[in-house]
T-cell receptor, first 110, second 119 residues
Framework: ELKVEQNPLFLSMQEGKNYTIYCNYS?????LYWYRQDPGKSLESLFV?????AVKQEGRLMASLDTKARLSTLHITAAVHDLSATYFC??????????FGAGTRLTVKP | NAGVMQNPRHLVRRRGQEARLRCSPM?????VYWYRQLPEEGLKFMVY????????ESGMPKERFSAEFPKEGPSILRIQQVVRGDSAAYFC?????????????????FGAGSRLTVL
């Protein structure tokens, strides 16, 4: 069974700083999604990474995928308060469904 | 396109009652997923369905929980004889195509969730 581990689970950072969230998964998967959830809200798709070495950037967020290492990263550059949310990674299984990590709750402080 | 519609948004039940949560996928989406989110925790996969078929129910508790996605009408997650531990937000998501047929098209669109409180 696929296990998805995100770390850190909780992240408090200052505005303007950089940080990386890691997502490790335990079985073969060549596609992975990142989602964002604001408190009390539903999930919003951020990135889809379709192949080994894929890199996607949107504003201050950049996601990458290394399928050989079974690792995806979400890098935050010069954090701002609006990025405070919970971020989930979700690799796609061979039977085409997804599993989510436990989420990383990010708080950006002024 | 109204998006993924879940109802009720909030449901209160007493222990031992039944809870029925409904999910209408986006128009044109034939794949439905149910996830449970306990307070302050991540999403836990429950079940993945296509029309009239359960594809993967490995995340569903063996007892009291069932799901269906009939040919007509919404997908329904049914919890019988609810207990306090069932209190959670239940999210439904839908996607248009098999991931295998269209890689990258499997971006799940989530509903707003149904928040179940068991007294």
């Amino acid at each position: 069974e696929l296990k998805v581990e995100q770390n850190p689970l909780f992240l408090s950072m200052q505005e303007g700083k950089n940080y990386t969230i890691y997502c490790n998964y335990s079985t073969t998967s060549d596609r992975l999604y990142w989602y964002r959830q604001d408190p009390g809200k539903s999930l919003e798709s951020l990135f889809v990474l379709l192949s080994n070495g894929a890199v996607k950037q949107e504003g201050r967020l950049m996601a990458s995928l290394d399928t050989k290492a079974r690792l995806s990263t979400l890098h935050i550059t010069a954090a701002v308060h609006d990025l405070s949310a919970t971020y989930f990674c979700a690799p796609v299984l061979s039977n085409n469904d997804m599993r989510f990590g436990a989420g990383t709750r990010l708080t950006v402080k002024p | 396109n109204a998006g993924v519609m879940q109802n009720p948004r909030h449901l209160v039940r007493r222990r031992g009652q039944e809870a029925r949560l409904r999910c209408s996928p986006m128009k044109g989406h034939s794949h439905v997923y149910w996830y449970r989110q306990l307070p302050e925790e991540g999403l836990k996969f429950m079940v993945y369905l296509q029309k009239e078929n359960i594809i993967d129910e490995s995340g569903m508790p063996k007892e009291r929980f069932s799901a269906e996605f009939p040919k007509e009408g919404p997908s329904i997650l049914r919890i019988q004889q609810v207990v306090r531990g069932d209190s959670a937000a239940y999210f439904c998501a839908s996607s248009p195509l098999s991931e295998a047929l269209s890689p990258g098209a499997n971006v799940l669109t989530f509903g707003a969730g149904s928040r179940l409180t068991v007294l």
